[in-house]
């Protein structure tokens, strides 16, 4: 199975911040990286998808890059609703997996 | 507009056996692989299952293999997740995921139902 690892596990922001969270994997999935956002009690929502392609209705303040084994994501101007627990998810192959998470905190 | 609304979900005695439901509407279901993933209480997210869409193509986690089977009724827009054998480690919240016909990208999830395992 493919690894996803996260870092860091947890981010302190403040409004107005830039902010990025990294991935890597364990092996190469060439551009077959997600990204998603999960705010307490509701559904993971996709934002990223093929490593920097945006989901439709996502802002553009949300951006990915990377390909092979290595990821990031990127949310500039850091508003109240983005703080959340973010995770990477590779579906390159099956088992499907994800990073462990990262929870972006208000500072 | 997409719309998964899974079902079935409640407490259940280690052991025992439940069977959860995603109604699928908002798209030609039969055209979509669908998935199964959980999330236990306070934790990360696990993929499960994953079938094809039609029916084909099926794989699961390690950790519920030959415990649990997915399927799909394309006549009724419906995936199913019958789960055998339950341990205390299933308890979770489970989502139905549909792919976006081209990848294993998941691009939309349902709210979720929560399976507790305990006697």
């Known amino acids: 199975d493919i690894q996803m690892t996260q870092s860091p596990s947890s981010l302190s922001a403040s409004v107005g911040d830039r902010v990025t969270i990294t991935c890597r994997a364990s092996q190469g999935i060439r551009s077959y990286l997600a990204w998603f956002q999960q705010k307490p009690g509701k559904a993971p929502k996709s934002l990223i998808y093929?490593?920097?392609s945006l989901q439709s209705g996502v802002p553009s303040k949300f951006s990915g890059s990377g390909s092979g084994t290595d990821f990031t994501l990127t949310i500039s101007s850091l508003q109240p609703e983005d703080f959340a627990t973010y995770y990477c998810?590779?579906?390159?192959?099956?088992?499907?997996?994800f990073g462990q998470g990262t929870r972006l905190e208000l500072k | 507009e997409v719309q998964l609304l899974e079902s079935g979900g409640g407490l259940v005695q280690p052991g025992g056996s439940l069977r959860l439901s995603c109604a699928a509407s908002?798209?030609?279901?039969?055209?979509?692989?669908m998935s199964w993933v959980r999330q236990a209480p306070g934790k990360g997210l696990e993929w499960v299952s994953g079938?094809?869409?039609?029916?084909?193509?099926?794989d699961y986690a390690d950790s519920v293999k030959g415990r649990f089977t997915i399927s799909r009724d394309n006549s009724k827009n419906t995936l199913y997740l019958q789960m055998n054998s339950l341990r205390a480690e299933d308890t979770a919240v489970y989502y139905c995921?549909?792919?976006?016909?081209?990848?294993?990208?998941?691009?939309?999830w349902g709210q979720g139902t929560l399976v507790t395992v305990s006697s």
């Open positions: 079938i094809g869409g039609n029916g084909g193509s099926i």
């Open positions: 995921a549909k792919d976006d016909g081209k990848t294993y990208f998941l691009d939309y």
């Open positions: 093929a490593a920097s």
């Open positions: 998810q590779q579906y390159n192959t099956y088992p499907l997996t």
């Open positions: 908002g798209f030609t279901f039969h055209s979509y692989a």
